[in-house]
């Protein structure tokens, strides 16, 4: 599991691109307000006030006069619009100010009950590679049973789940079935550690005469696109005609990395088509983005070095879950105006907002405080946004109909057969053209929690001034 992605990585680029933005804002109005002293709750909620009366999407809304008194998280809370879902302020390296979450152990779960029975199971879903999870032995597709001892229920899996998230140490039951009775196999131990950058699952897929591209990713981290160029130039020279692109966990991150991941994608790309609108407060308008400026804005990557791997394709099988959100979803909104891009699985999350980090930059600096603010709305070229419920699927896939669940890029998986088939012609609906697969006697279709689900919830999209 993993902390949100804000929380996990410091952005250099911030520093280089919002000091002077972020030093005026701590200025203003100074010379009519009294002198707080550093430390003190007025002055950071002073500074706080400052902030977000300038970039705050919501800002006309901000109560004309809040009490300043108060402790900062409960002052930035008291602003926050009742609209806004996903704006949040941190203390860097002090972890008791982040919403509860884990970034160190490198898993994720989620657990079911069992439609006529209702037996509870956990299921795994998620295992980084050098995790302190795979160094302990867990898998995609294991099935959990008991947590720190105790069997999981309908009545425990929240209260289990949060003792995960908020300790450095823990044990897993684990369990297999067969037929209808689970049996208890072994026990996993599990300790908070380092885990490495993760790379990608890519494949190429031969079938029904099509050569399909296949690429799942984490994240996407600074670099992303620059990392997987080697990826597409292997897709390129294969000759792929296809591509799936799995994003059903993927919490999103930076818009620089969709944009120039999509720019190795649709066909007619240069970098000077537009990608991506941003519409802010008054102070910040709106205004729209090419696809070259918005991919290599952070310096991380040579837009040319992108188009030189483009695969000029003209149709896109994206997968998605409630865990897509942030960048996944400005990936799946803003390559329709450019190509075929056909959604499989579940409805997306519904971050359809922007923010930038805003600090104190002042030297020395007086409120340790970072905000996350929505500042802007995102739309596509064509102007189509609005998405906050969420993007729909065009082919509906619960990837929990097969158990237990496969590798990723496996062709069994639900959600890689649907779009094979969809590819190849083989069903229009693919829902119909999927077996029901079950585990044994069970169904499961009830889910009392999902741990991928809470790190999209806590995601937020990445962007520049």
């Not at 009294?34 to 950071?44: I, K, L, M, R």
């Not at 800002?59 to 930035?76: E, G, L, R, T």
């Amino acid at each position: 599991m993993q902390f949100p992605l804000l929380a996990q990585k410091r952005f250099f680029l911030y520093l280089v691109l919002f000091i002077p933005l972020i030093q005026s804002a701590c200025k203003k109005d100074t010379n009519n307000r009294p002198d707080y002293p550093a430390g003190s709750n007025e002055n950071a909620n002073t500074w706080i006030l400052d902030s977000l009366k300038r970039y705050y999407y919501w800002n006309a809304a901000i109560p004309s006069n809040p009490d300043i008194s108060v402790k900062p998280q409960n002052f930035f809370a008291s602003l926050r619009n009742p609209a806004d879902r996903f704006s949040y302020m941190v203390i860097p390296n002090d972890p008791s100010t982040y919403s509860p979450s884990n970034k160190s152990f490198g898993f994720d779960y989620s657990t079911v009950q069992e439609q006529s029975t209702g037996k509870v199971i956990g299921i795994v879903k998620l295992v980084l590679h050098e995790s302190p999870a795979s160094r302990a032995g867990l898998k995609r597709g294991d099935y959990i049973r008991k947590i720190n001892g105790q069997q999981l229920t309908k009545a425990n899996a929240v209260t289990l789940q949060q003792e995960i998230l908020k300790s450095t140490h823990f044990s897993l039951g684990l369990a297999e079935l067969t037929g209808s009775a689970w049996t208890d196999t072994r026990s996993v131990e599990v300790s908070a550690g380092v885990i490495l950058d993760q790379r990608e699952n890519s494949k190429i897929i031969e079938t029904q005469g099509k050569k399909i591209g296949y690429l799942y990713f984490h994240d996407f981290s600074p670099g992303l696109a620059s990392s997987l160029k080697t990826t597409f130039a292997s897709f390129k020279s294969a000759g792929i005609t296809e591509l799936i692109l799995d994003l059903r966990y993927n919490s999103g991150g930076q818009v620089a990395e969709a944009a120039g991941l999509s720019a190795m994608i649709a066909a007619g790309i240069n970098y000077d088509i537009p990608f991506i609108t941003y519409k802010g407060n008054r102070n910040g308008g709106a205004r729209t983005e090419s696809i070259g400026s918005a991919a290599t804005f952070d310096g991380t990557v040579n837009f040319n070095a992108l188009l030189q791997n483009n695969l000029a394709l003209t149709r896109i099988c994206i997968l998605g879950t409630a865990a897509t959100a942030s960048a996944s979803e400005v990936m799946i909104n803003n390559l329709k105006p450019y190509m075929q891009v056909v959604l499989i699985g579940e409805k997306t999350r519904g971050k359809d907002e922007a923010s930038f980090a805003i600090f104190d930059a002042r030297n020395p600096k007086q409120v340790l405080w970072e905000m996350h603010p929505i500042i802007y709305k995102l739309f596509n070229t064509a102007g189509k946004g609005g998405y906050s419920a969420g993007i729909s699927p065009d082919i509906i896939v619960n990837e929990m109909d097969v158990l237990p669940l496969l590798p990723f890029g496996d062709e069994n998986d639900p959600l890689v057969k649907a779009a094979i088939a969809r590819i190849t012609a083989i069903a229009r609906v693919a829902v119909s053209g999927l077996p029901s697969v079950k585990t044994g006697a069970m169904f499961f279709r009830t889910v009392l929690t999902d741990t991928r689900k809470l790190a999209a919830e806590n995601s937020i999209v990445i962007t520049h001034r």
